[in-house]
C-alpha cells in the first residue's frame, strides 16, 4: 500500500534521511522505531508532503505522490497525525473533527465519520462543545487520532501517540489503535514505546541516523538482540500481561 | 452635553472605518504572519474603485460599495499569488523572511501610489453620494452619511463574522491561521486558503474607502494617514486580535473627535499617539490583546 524507496530529505540544506525503504501492506501495522532525533517524524512529514523529498520514490496505492501537496495527499487517502497533540485550542473538540473532514465535501459521509470517530472515543462525544484547549492530554491525542480518521482515509500515520500520556492512557489510545487497525485502516505507528508498539505491529523498522537499521517482523525485532539492547531494557518478559 | 454625543458620533462612524482596515490588518496579521504595510493603499484604491463604478457605470452607492469590495478582494488575491507568495511560503513575520515581507509591502505600496496616479491624477476627486436629510433622533441631529457608516460598517463586520465563525470556510481560514501544517493535514488547501484571507482582508480595505469617500475626498494620498491610524488602533486593541482591531479602532476614532473638538483641531492626528502610548504602558499587548501569541 505505502512503498518508500531511497527516500533523501531533510530540512534546509540539513540532510536527515540518507535513503530511507520502508514498506507497508494493506491492512496491516507497521511500527517505526528508533532513538530520538533519528529521523521518525522527518521521514512522516516527507510522506505526507509537510516536506520535500530530495530525492527517492514514494508510493501510495499504485501512485507517486512525492513532491504532492499535503491536502492532495489526503484527498488520496493517507493521512498523518503528528507529534505533539496539536490541535486548534480555539475550536471547539467537533469543529476540530469537522475540519478533518475538509476535503468530504458530502454531509452525509462527513456525518457517519463523526459517528465512527465518536464510537472510538465515547468521550470525545461528551465532551463535543467544549473548546479542545481545556482537554486533558489524553483528550486532546483523541482529538488528533480522531481528526486524522474523519477523511476516511485507507491509511493512517500515527506519531508517538502515546507520548507524554498516563499509563492507564495509553493502554486505552493502544486499544483503540488496534480496533481501527482491526476495522480494516492500515497503520504505521512512530513509537517510543517500543514494545507496546511492538505487541501491537505485524511488521516494524528500526531507524537509526537517518537510515533503516533492522527490519523484520514484530516477533522477530521482539527477541532481537540489538533491538532488545536498545530499546528494550533487555528484557521482554511479561509481555502478553500487559495488553 | 449636545456636542459631546455630536463628536462622539462622528469619532464612531471615522472609528469604524479605522476598524475596518484594522481589522484587514489584523486578518492578514494572522493568516500571513506579515503586517502588510500597503493596506493603506488597497483602501484608497478600494475608494477609486468604488467611485468609478459609482459614477461611470453609474451604479447607486450601496452597489457600488459591494461591488468595490468585490473586485478589490480580487485584486488582493491576485497581488498575494502573484508576488507575496513566493515570499510568505518562505517564512512569515518571525523569520529573516519576513523581513523581506515587509520591504515588499513598502514597495508595493510606491507602485499602487503610482498606478493610481497614473490613472486617476493627483487631484482629490468628490464622491458626490445624495444621502438625503439628517434623520431627528430626540434633539439630536444626525447626518446620514455618518448613520450610513455605522450601520455599514456593522454590517460588514457581523458579516465577517459569521464568515469565520459560522462557515466551514470560515474555520479553515482559522485553522490556517493557527497553524499551517495541520490545517494541510486536514486536507485544507492551504495555499488557496492564504489568497482568500489575503483577498477578505483587502475587500475590508476596500469598505472602509468606499465608506469614507463620500465624507473625505478620494485622493492617491488617503492611505497613508488612515494606515498609521489602523495600526495605532490594531496596537491598542491587541495586534493579531479581531475583536482588538474593532475596539481599537472605535476608540482611536472617538479619542481624536474629542481631542479635536475640545483641545485643539491641529493636533487632531496626535490624539490617537497619546492613547496608544497611555494603553501600552497599563498593557504592552494591548487590550484585547494575549501575552504572547503563540504561532506554530
Ligand atoms: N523543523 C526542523 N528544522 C530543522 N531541523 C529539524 C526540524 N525538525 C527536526 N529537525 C532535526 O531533524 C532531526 C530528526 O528529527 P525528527 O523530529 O525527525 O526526529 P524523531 O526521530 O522524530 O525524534 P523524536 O523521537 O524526538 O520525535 C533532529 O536532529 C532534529 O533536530
Ligand atoms: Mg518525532
Known amino acids: 500500500m505505502l512503498d518508500i524507496k531511497d527516500l533523501v530529505s531533510g530540512y534546509g540544506s540539513v540532510r536527515i534521511l540518507n535513503g530511507v525503504s520502508l514498506k507497508v501492506e494493506r491492512g496491516q501495522i507497521v511500527a517505526l522505531l528508533g532513538g530520538n532525533g533519528t529521523g521518525k517524524s522527518t521521514l512522516l512529514k516527507a510522506v505526507s508532503g509537510l516536506i520535500w523529498p530530495w530525492s527517492g520514490s514514494i508510493t501510495f496505492d499504485g501512485k507517486r505522490i512525492d513532491g504532492l501537496r499535503p491536502d492532495r495527499i489526503v484527498r488520496l487517502g493517507l493521512v498523518q497525525v503528528t507529534q505533539g497533540k496539536e490541535a486548534f485550542p480555539g475550536m471547539t473538540v467537533q469543529e476540530n473533527l469537522r475540519l478533518g473532514a475538509y476535503a468530504v465535501r458530502d454531509r452525509a459521509k462527513t456525518a457517519a465519520a463523526l459517528e465512527r470517530v465518536y464510537g472510538y472515543f465515547p468521550v470525545l462525544k461528551e465532551k463535543r462543545h467544549e473548546l479542545s484547549g481545556t482537554l486533558s492530554g489524553g483528550q486532546l491525542q483523541m482529538v488528533c487520532v480522531g481528526r486524522g480518521l474523519m477523511s476516511s482515509p485507507s491509511m493512517i500515520m500515527l506519531d508517538e501517540p502515546s507520548a507524554a500520556l498516563a499509563p492507564q492512557v495509553v493502554l486505552d489510545i493502544f486499544r483503540t489503535i488496534h480496533r481501527i487497525a482491526r476495522d480494516g485502516m492500515t497503520v504505521l505507528i512512530v513509537e517510543q514505546n517500543v514494545r507496546m508498539a511492538l505487541l501491537l505491529a505485524h511488521y516494524g523498522y528500526v531507524l537509526k541516523d537517518g537510515v533503516i537499521e533492522i527490519e523484520g517482523s514484530a516477533e522477530r525485532l521482539m527477541h532481537d538482540d540489538n533491538v532488545r539492547l536498545s530499546y528494550l531494557g533487555g528484557t521482554v518478559a511479561n509481555r502478553e500481561a500487559q495488553l | ?296
Open chain 2, 1 to 296: 452635553m449636545d456636542y459631546v454625543i455630536d463628536l462622539v458620533i462622528i469619532g464612531l462612524s471615522v472609528g469604524m472605518v479605522y476598524a475596518l482596515v484594522a481589522l484587514g490588518i489584523s486578518l492578514i496579521f494572522s493568516g500571513l504572519d506579515i503586517v502588510h504595510f500597503a493596506h493603506g493603499e488597497i483602501y484608497m484604491l478600494g475608494a477609486f474603485i468604488g467611485l468609478m463604478i459609482f459614477q461611470k457605470l453609474a451604479l447607486p452607492y450601496v452597489p457600488a460599495l459591494l461591488l468595490a469590495i468585490v473586485v478589490t478582494g480580487l485584486i488582493g488575491v491576485l497581488i498575494e499569488r502573484l508576488f507575496y507568495r513566493r515570499l510568505t511560503r518562505a517564512g512569515g513575520g518571525y523569520t529573516v523572511a519576513g523581513m523581506g515581507m515587509i520591504i515588499s509591502g513598502f514597495g508595493m505600496s510606491i507602485v499602487l501610489q503610482n498606478i493610481a496616479f497614473l490613472i486617476w491624477g493627483a487631484k482629490p476627486l468628490p464622491f458626490p453620494v445624495p444621502f438625503g436629510m439628517p434623520v431627528e433622533v430626540g434633539n439630536l441631529t444626525l447626518p446620514m452619511s455618518y448613520v450610513w457608516i455605522v450601520s455599514a460598517g456593522l454590517l460588514i463586520m457581523v458579516g465577517l463574522h459569521l464568515l469565520l465563525r459560522r462557515t466551514m470556510l470560515g474555520l479553515a481560514m482559522r485553522a490556517v491561521a493557527h497553524n499551517k501544517d495541520i490545517a494541510y493535514l486536514s486536507g485544507i488547501n492551504v495555499p488557496a486558503m492564504i489568497s482568500l484571507t489575503f483577498g477578505v482582508g483587502c475587500a475590508l480595505g476596500a469598505a472602509a474607502g468606499v465608506l469614507i469617500g463620500p465624507i473625505n475626498y478620494v485622493q492617491v494620498q488617503m492611505g497613508l494617514g488612515v494606515l498609521i491610524k489602523a495600526f495605532a488602533a490594531a496596537v491598542v486593541g491587541g495586534f493579531g486580535s479581531l475583536p482588538g482591531a474593532v475596539l481599537g479602532g472605535l476608540l482611536v476614532g472617538v479619542v481624536e473627535s474629542l481631542g479635536a473638538g475640545f483641545i485643539s483641531g491641529t493636533y487632531k492626528d496626535v490624539y490617537a499617539f497619546i492613547l496608544l502610548v497611555l494603553v501600552l504602558m497599563v498593557k504592552p499587548s494591548g487590550i484585547l490583546g494575549v501575552e504572547a501569541r503563540m504561532k506554530a
